[in-house]
Protein backbone atom coordinates (compact mmCIF):
# COMPACT_ATOMS: atom_id res chain seq x y z
CA UNK A 1 0.00 0.00 0.00
CA UNK A 2 0.90 3.32 -0.99
CA UNK A 3 -0.24 6.51 0.63
CA UNK A 4 0.35 10.31 -0.21
CA UNK A 5 -0.42 12.50 2.68
CA UNK A 6 -1.10 16.06 2.10
CA UNK A 7 -0.97 18.52 5.11
CA UNK A 8 -0.49 21.90 4.85
CA UNK A 9 -0.60 22.62 8.32
CA UNK A 10 -0.36 21.30 11.93
CA UNK A 11 3.11 20.25 11.61
CA UNK A 12 2.97 17.92 14.39
CA UNK A 13 0.39 16.24 14.07
CA UNK A 14 1.14 15.38 10.02
CA UNK A 15 4.54 14.11 10.97
CA UNK A 16 3.34 11.95 13.93
CA UNK A 17 0.56 10.89 11.80
CA UNK A 18 3.20 9.76 8.72
CA UNK A 19 5.47 7.86 10.78
CA UNK A 20 2.30 5.72 12.42
CA UNK A 21 0.85 5.00 8.89
CA UNK A 22 4.45 4.05 7.70
CA UNK A 23 4.44 1.21 9.97
CA UNK A 24 1.76 -0.95 7.49
CA UNK A 25 2.31 1.12 4.48
CA UNK A 26 4.72 3.68 2.08
CA UNK A 27 3.97 7.16 2.79
CA UNK A 28 4.87 10.22 0.84
CA UNK A 29 4.18 13.20 3.67
CA UNK A 30 3.86 16.83 1.69
CA UNK A 31 4.04 19.46 3.34
CA UNK A 32 4.81 23.26 3.54
CA UNK A 33 9.11 24.20 4.37
CA UNK A 34 8.16 26.76 6.42
CA UNK A 35 7.47 24.08 9.23
CA UNK A 36 10.84 22.05 8.45
CA UNK A 37 12.78 21.88 11.74
CA UNK A 38 16.16 19.22 12.41
CA UNK A 39 13.82 18.51 15.71
CA UNK A 40 11.36 16.50 13.45
CA UNK A 41 13.02 12.93 12.43
CA UNK A 42 14.59 12.27 9.32
CA UNK A 43 12.67 10.12 6.29
CA UNK A 44 12.95 6.17 6.84
CA UNK A 45 12.96 3.27 4.70
CA UNK A 46 9.14 3.96 4.54
CA UNK A 47 8.45 7.63 4.86
CA UNK A 48 9.48 9.85 2.45
CA UNK A 49 8.70 13.70 3.97
CA UNK A 50 8.53 16.69 0.83
CA UNK A 51 8.87 20.46 2.62
CA UNK A 52 7.15 22.24 -0.27
CA UNK A 53 7.15 26.11 -0.40
CA UNK A 54 3.59 26.32 -0.13
CA UNK A 55 1.98 29.44 -1.06
CA UNK A 56 -0.93 30.97 1.11
CA UNK A 57 -4.59 30.84 0.64
CA UNK A 58 -4.90 34.12 -1.13
CA UNK A 59 -2.11 33.78 -3.40
CA UNK A 60 -4.26 32.65 -6.58
CA UNK A 61 -2.07 32.14 -9.13
CA UNK A 62 1.03 30.81 -7.17
CA UNK A 63 -1.26 28.57 -5.41
CA UNK A 64 -2.88 27.17 -8.60
CA UNK A 65 0.60 26.37 -9.65
CA UNK A 66 1.85 24.85 -6.89
CA UNK A 67 -1.62 22.28 -7.06
CA UNK A 68 -0.40 21.51 -10.46
CA UNK A 69 3.32 20.49 -9.48
CA UNK A 70 2.11 19.16 -6.30
CA UNK A 71 -0.62 16.97 -8.23
CA UNK A 72 2.17 15.78 -11.38
CA UNK A 73 4.24 14.64 -8.40
CA UNK A 74 2.21 12.64 -6.61
CA UNK A 75 0.66 11.04 -10.04
CA UNK A 76 5.37 10.31 -10.17
CA UNK A 77 5.02 8.65 -7.05
CA UNK A 78 1.66 6.73 -7.54
CA UNK A 79 0.13 6.32 -4.92
CA UNK A 80 -2.90 3.72 -3.91
CA UNK A 81 -4.65 6.38 -1.58
CA UNK A 82 -4.05 10.47 -1.60
CA UNK A 83 -5.05 11.27 2.45
CA UNK A 84 -5.56 15.19 2.75
CA UNK A 85 -4.64 15.79 6.35
CA UNK A 86 -7.29 19.02 6.51
CA UNK A 87 -10.69 19.91 4.84
CA UNK A 88 -9.91 23.98 4.83
CA UNK A 89 -7.27 24.08 2.00
CA UNK A 90 -9.24 25.63 -0.01
CA UNK A 91 -7.08 24.92 -3.07
CA UNK A 92 -7.32 21.33 -2.15
CA UNK A 93 -10.47 21.06 -4.87
CA UNK A 94 -7.90 21.76 -7.75
CA UNK A 95 -6.44 18.28 -7.06
CA UNK A 96 -9.60 16.34 -7.76
CA UNK A 97 -9.64 16.98 -11.28
CA UNK A 98 -6.11 16.63 -11.70
CA UNK A 99 -5.62 12.92 -9.11
CA UNK A 100 -9.31 11.29 -10.88
CA UNK A 101 -7.63 7.96 -11.01
CA UNK A 102 -6.47 7.86 -7.53
CA UNK A 103 -9.08 7.69 -4.21
CA UNK A 104 -9.02 10.57 -2.33
CA UNK A 105 -9.43 10.62 2.03
CA UNK A 106 -9.58 13.74 3.65
CA UNK A 107 -9.78 14.41 7.64
CA UNK A 108 -12.06 16.56 8.79
CA UNK A 109 -10.93 18.05 12.31
CA UNK A 110 -13.61 20.28 12.97
CA UNK A 111 -17.27 19.45 11.17
CA UNK A 112 -18.87 22.41 12.61
CA UNK A 113 -17.16 26.00 13.08
CA UNK A 114 -15.87 27.24 16.25
CA UNK A 115 -17.64 29.89 17.57
CA UNK A 116 -15.62 33.32 17.24
CA UNK A 117 -13.26 31.21 14.92
CA UNK A 118 -12.69 33.85 12.47
CA UNK A 119 -9.48 32.42 11.11
CA UNK A 120 -11.27 30.01 9.88
CA UNK A 121 -14.67 32.01 8.76
CA UNK A 122 -12.68 34.70 6.26
CA UNK A 123 -12.24 30.75 4.55
CA UNK A 124 -14.95 30.53 2.10
CA UNK A 125 -16.95 27.98 3.51
CA UNK A 126 -18.84 26.69 0.60
CA UNK A 127 -15.54 26.03 -1.15
CA UNK A 128 -13.77 23.60 1.77
CA UNK A 129 -16.96 21.69 2.02
CA UNK A 130 -16.64 20.72 -1.51
CA UNK A 131 -13.38 19.42 -0.55
CA UNK A 132 -15.41 17.02 1.97
CA UNK A 133 -18.26 16.58 -0.46
CA UNK A 134 -15.58 15.42 -3.58
CA UNK A 135 -13.99 13.26 -1.72
CA UNK A 136 -14.07 9.17 -1.60
CA UNK A 137 -14.08 9.26 1.78
CA UNK A 138 -13.62 11.28 4.90
CA UNK A 139 -12.33 10.93 8.65
CA UNK A 140 -13.66 12.29 11.45
CA UNK A 141 -12.10 11.99 15.41
CA UNK A 142 -16.01 10.63 17.12
CA UNK A 143 -19.20 9.31 16.86
CA UNK A 144 -20.87 12.66 17.29
CA UNK A 145 -18.62 14.54 14.20
CA UNK A 146 -19.69 11.36 12.62
CA UNK A 147 -23.52 12.32 13.12
CA UNK A 148 -23.11 15.80 12.42
CA UNK A 149 -21.04 15.45 9.23
CA UNK A 150 -23.51 13.04 7.77
CA UNK A 151 -26.61 15.34 8.81
CA UNK A 152 -24.50 18.24 7.42
CA UNK A 153 -23.31 17.17 4.10
CA UNK A 154 -24.65 14.76 1.69
CA UNK A 155 -22.47 11.79 2.08
CA UNK A 156 -23.17 8.20 2.94
CA UNK A 157 -22.62 7.44 5.86
CA UNK A 158 -20.74 4.08 4.76
CA UNK A 159 -17.95 7.15 3.46
CA UNK A 160 -17.40 8.70 6.71
CA UNK A 161 -14.98 6.72 9.57
CA UNK A 162 -14.23 7.30 12.39
CA UNK A 163 -10.63 7.70 13.73
CA UNK A 164 -10.02 9.02 17.60
CA UNK A 165 -7.77 11.71 17.64
CA UNK A 166 -4.41 10.39 19.54
CA UNK A 167 -1.95 11.94 21.94
CA UNK A 168 0.96 13.16 20.18
CA UNK A 169 4.14 11.19 21.49
CA UNK A 170 6.24 13.89 20.25
CA UNK A 171 5.98 16.20 23.25
CA UNK A 172 7.02 13.32 25.70
CA UNK A 173 9.73 12.66 23.35
CA UNK A 174 10.96 16.39 23.82
CA UNK A 175 10.11 16.50 27.51
CA UNK A 176 12.66 13.70 27.40
CA UNK A 177 15.61 14.64 25.46
CA UNK A 178 15.80 18.18 27.02
CA UNK A 179 15.11 16.94 30.75
CA UNK A 180 11.71 18.89 31.30
CA UNK A 181 10.17 17.78 35.04
CA UNK A 182 7.62 19.24 37.06
CA UNK A 183 8.55 21.52 39.42
CA UNK A 184 8.30 21.08 43.40
CA UNK A 185 7.72 24.69 44.20
CA UNK A 186 4.15 24.96 44.92
CA UNK A 187 3.32 27.21 42.33
CA UNK A 188 0.04 26.40 40.00
CA UNK A 189 0.99 25.76 36.53
CA UNK A 190 -1.35 25.51 33.18
CA UNK A 191 0.07 23.90 29.61
CA UNK A 192 -2.03 24.77 26.99
CA UNK A 193 -1.62 23.50 23.65
CA UNK A 194 -3.68 24.80 20.46
CA UNK A 195 -4.58 28.48 19.24
CA UNK A 196 -5.38 31.48 21.91
CA UNK A 197 -8.43 32.31 20.39
CA UNK A 198 -11.47 33.81 22.27
CA UNK A 199 -13.80 30.41 22.17
CA UNK A 200 -11.40 28.12 24.16
CA UNK A 201 -12.56 30.02 27.02
CA UNK A 202 -9.17 30.97 28.62
CA UNK A 203 -10.38 33.81 30.61
CA UNK A 204 -12.84 31.50 32.90
CA UNK A 205 -10.15 29.12 33.23
CA UNK A 206 -7.76 32.19 34.51
CA UNK A 207 -10.68 33.25 36.66
CA UNK A 208 -10.72 30.32 38.43
CA UNK A 209 -6.42 29.62 39.24
Same mark, same amino acid.
Given at each position: ???ALI???IP?? %?????? @?IA??????L? /??????????PP?S??L???W? $?W????Q?L??TL??T?? %?R????W? $???VH???? *??I? @? *?LL??????T??????????L???????A??ARI?? *???? @??S??????G?E??Q?????? $? /???E????LP??????Y?????E????K? *????????????I?E??G??Y?????
Amino acid at each position: MRVALIAPDIPDY %AVEFAQ @TIAEQADVLLC /IPDKYQSQSYPPTSDRLEVRWL $PWPRQRQLLRSTLFMTRL %ARQIRRWK $PDVVHVLMD *NYIW @T *NLLFPMLRRTAILTTVHDVRLHPGDLRMARVARILS *NRVV @TCSDAILVHGDELRQQATSIW $P /INSERCFVLPLAPLRRYREVADEKGFTKP *NDGVFRVLFFGRICEYKGLRYLLGTC
